[in-house]
Structures are given as C-alpha cells and as structure tokens.
C-alpha cells in the first residue's frame, strides 16, 4: 500500500454512486446473534484463557461474511465490505473442493496453534486482565490466512491502518495485502508464517496501534483524555500550515517558505508523526536557497521535515493518534530531545494508558526514560 490516497478516492467514488443507487434491497446485520461462544475451541488452552480474560473470542474457523463483512446496509456497501479477502488459515491444507487430507490434519493443527500464540505474546499480551482495558475488547478476533484490501474503507477505518510507522507496505502484486482490518463488531489478523518472521517487530508495534486505536474509537476513550492534552490546539486542527506560520509570524507573501519551524509547531502541542501529515511519510528535505530565492551556501538539511503545503492533524482523536505511534516507535534520545511540553503530553499519555491496563511501557520500555 503506497499510495493510499488513491484507494480512498477509488473508495470515495464507489460510495457516493452506492449511496445514488436505491436502497430497496437491505441485508440483515445478523448483530443478534453469537457467533463467538459456539465456535470457540476451547481445548485450545490461550483461546479459552482469552475468552475468560477478555470477553475475547479468537477464531481460526469462520464464515467470512457472517464473521466480518454482515452489514445493515444495502446491498452496495455490503459488497464494499465483501471485497476484503479474509481466507482461512486451513486454505493453506485443503485442495480446490476445500477438503483437507489426513495426513495434513497435524500440520494444520500445529499451524493453529503457533497462530494462535503468536497472537497472545505479540499483542494480547500488552492488555492486562481485569483492567478498564480488558472489558472493553473486541468480542470477535478473526485469524486469518492473509487479508486483501483492494478498497480500504473510508474514514477511521482506513485512515487507522496507514498511520502506523510500522505500517504494511508492498508494492506490485500485493499491494492491498494488509495485516489486519477492522469493522465495528470484527478484527481481523493475518498470521501467515512466511510474513510474520520477515519482522516480527513491526507485526507487534503495528497490530498494538490499530487493536488500541480500535478500542478507543469504539468506546470513546478519546473523551477520558485530560483537556490539558488539547490546550489551545482547536483553532489549528486542520488547517493549512502555511497559512497560519505566515500570519502568526507576519511573513510576507513573496518570501519563500520551505519547511515549519519545528520548535514553533511543538509550541502548539503537536508531534511529528510520520504518516500523519503526509500519506508518503515526513520525508528529509533539502534546502538549498533562503527565503529570498538566493542560494545558500550550504544547503541546509531538515529530517522529518514539515511542509508548508501539509495541514495541521484533523480533530482530538487523530491528534491522540500521532502521539500514540511516537511513543510505540521513538527512542530514549528522542524523547529527550522533545520540547517539555511535548514530554508533558507523552508522559500524560502513558500513564492514562497504563492505568486502563494498556502496557505501552512493555511495548517502548524507553518511555520510562521520561519522568
């Protein structure tokens, strides 16, 4: 996923016409009914202990449209939903008619089993038991095979699963795979082996983001962070940088403006993530004139740099997100180096997500460094 502006005005242009189409035809959400507790496999020690810690159902086996993509909708989003491919893991031991021989029997088992650990120690394992955290987890975890999403939703949704630093990127054929995808009563990850040992590092830190993120989307978290965070950033959300650096600090239209001040954006609060300002990354910048349009005489050089064309974070919950991958992904020199009020933010932050039960310390034990 390179590009994914791309897909969401792909996304965009197939919902309005769906939304133009009638409505007659409605398909049922199925939300009613349990799925979960009837499917468990319960002899599978962690997926019972799950499912007593957390409410928390793990399936390997389920109906891809029952289990993820039922929708009360019509029957055009519905089909939205239906074009994320979410093959089971035992796709990988059966033939073409779906039958599993006998001799594969004990290597698809043994393959549910590391599946199903992996998922416990590389990410449930950051949830603590009888915490706020633990009664607020998805009801329904799918393992799958792989996920392919040739049409991102739109929305949290999407905007979620590309703002990691860890992020799933491929190009080419493969493009659309992804590491997990989420709906509002179903999450889904890819457990494939041959993808997980490329970097289990990245699996971790991306899948923590989105299942945390997830969580507190769905169940509003973002309203128990303290309004200090939020101090005096209203005006900015969303708007063009540009704009606001050359009013505030009365620059002239016919000066060149290259990158943002960095000290003068962490003054307003905010952090420099790196997807959330620009879909392709905060990239080095090279400046090789002044503000004149005089060249320099050494260029200078800007990491992760802010460009006036980029705008401010949207609104309170993507503004708490670009915090959240800062502190999955920074070091201990790199929190140092952050403003005070900066560290103010991030230590405001890892101790509310400490105290839900949610152990960001385990994740990035360099937060502590800040005290």
Known sequence: MKNPFLIYVVFAALFIYACERPQEEIRPSNKDEDRVSGQLDLNNATI?????????????????????????????????????????????????????????????????????????????????????????????????????????????????????????????????LQRTVFNEHSIVFSVNQDEVVKDIDEYTKDNFYILLSRIMSMHNLYDEVPASFFNGKSAYYNQNMDVVYREELNIAEDKNVYVIDKDWFYSKGFIDAYYFFNSF??????????????????????????????????????????????MIHRNEAEFLEYPENIQENIILLRDLLMSWGVDIVGINPDLNVLN
């Open 48 to 176: 019972a202990r799950l499912y007593s810690d957390f409410n928390t159902g793990v399936l390997y086996e389920y109906d891809n449209i029952l289990d993820f993509a039922y929708v009360a909708s019509s029957d055009n989003i519905a089909e939205l939903w239906e074009s994320v491919e979410i093959p089971q893991i035992r796709t990988l031991f059966t033939d073409t008619l779906d039958v599993m021989a006998a001799e594969d029997i004990p290597a698809y088992k043994a393959y549910t089993e590391a599946a199903v650990t992996f998922i416990d120690t590389t990410l449930f394992k950051y949830f603590k038991p009888n915490s706020k955290i633990a009664g607020l987890m998805p009801y329904k975890v799918l393992l799958s095979e792989s996920v392919f999403a040739p049409l991102l939703v739109t929305g949290e949704p999407g905007s979620v699963m590309t703002e990691s630093e860890s992020r799933f990127s491929r190009s080419g054929s493969s493009r659309n």
């Open 281 to 326: 990354g905060l990239r080095t910048y090279y400046q090789s004139f002044d503000e004149d349009g005089n060249r320099l005489p050494t260029r200078i050089i800007h990491p992760k740099a802010l460009r006036p064309s980029y705008e401010f974070v949207g609104n309170e919950a993507i503004d708490v997100r670009s915090y959240l991958t800062e």
